[in-house]
């Protein structure tokens, strides 16, 4: 019938473009009249009311994965995503980075979409969890002298307004010739404060990047709030990046 291969040929051409798909009641009613002038069809209102009456959707999905030699995300699609995520998780750190990555690596293994929101979801699970294992690998290079610093570092003192980590996150400036003394002052507390030269040598770019932006933006007592193992690598993470920064500007 004329519903049929209308509702087909919707399918079909959707398909092509997002990779997935819709349910047909999302579909704008635009696409579906463009699509249907396109091939010749009349009637567009009533074949869209008579093929929703159908039980052809499943028919015809299972058709179109044929035709286009595309596997169904249930045979092995989500198994697939997570080892991609995992994958990209380890180089990337921006969610919208690691869900392109895996819909790449997915329309070049022929699999279907999923929805966007199982995206979002496996993505933040994959990224929790390599991230875990960098705050894992950090820490255990800590030893009881470090984690003691770290400790006086996000402690403040019920009489003071500032904490030690406060001071580490502000700017000290450039070191101009009137104040080079201080300058060089606060370097050396940098100095004694930091751990990184070694522990960061694995650790990409991109992600030692992103701890040090997620430092920056906590207080001490959201610091505090953190479990041990990521409060330990963010402080860590900012005590590396203000110390190179700093011998940066003083070389300068």
Do not use: C
Request: aromatic content about 12%; charged content about 25%; hydrophobic content about 40%.
């Amino acid at each position: 019938t004329d519903a049929s291969k209308l509702g087909l040929l919707v399918l079909l051409k959707l398909f092509q473009r997002l990779g997935y798909f819709p349910d047909f009641n999302d579909i704008p009613f635009q696409i579906i009249e463009y699509i249907s002038i396109a091939a010749g069809f009349q009637d567009i209102q009533i074949n869209i009311e008579e093929y929703l009456k159908m039980q052809s959707r499943w028919i015809h999905t299972s058709l179109i994965r044929t035709f286009l030699n595309i596997k169904a995300f249930s045979n092995g699609g989500k198994e697939f995503m997570i080892e991609v995520m995992l994958n990209a998780s380890h180089v990337k750190d921006i969610i919208a980075d690691i869900i392109n990555a895996s819909i790449e690596e997915m329309v070049l293994q022929r699999y279907e979409l999923p929805a966007f929101s199982a995206f979002l979801r496996i993505a933040y699970d994959a990224r929790a969890s390599v991230n875990k294992t960098f705050y894992r690998n950090i820490y255990s290079q800590l030893n009881e002298n470090n984690k003691e610093s770290l400790r006086i570092l996000l402690k403040r003192e019920e009489t003071e307004f500032t904490s030690p980590w406060d001071k580490l996150k502000q700017d000290p400036g450039r070191p101009t010739v009137q104040q080079i003394r201080k300058f060089i002052t606060h370097l050396l507390w940098l100095q004694s404060l930091n751990k990184g030269n070694i522990i960061f040598d694995n650790i990409p770019e991109s992600k030692f990047k992103r701890f040090v932006e997620e430092a920056k933006s906590l207080n001490v007592a959201q610091m505090n709030e953190i479990y041990e193992h990521k409060r330990y690598t963010l402080a860590v993470s900012l005590i590396h990046a203000q110390t190179i920064q700093a011998f940066d500007d003083l070389a300068e």
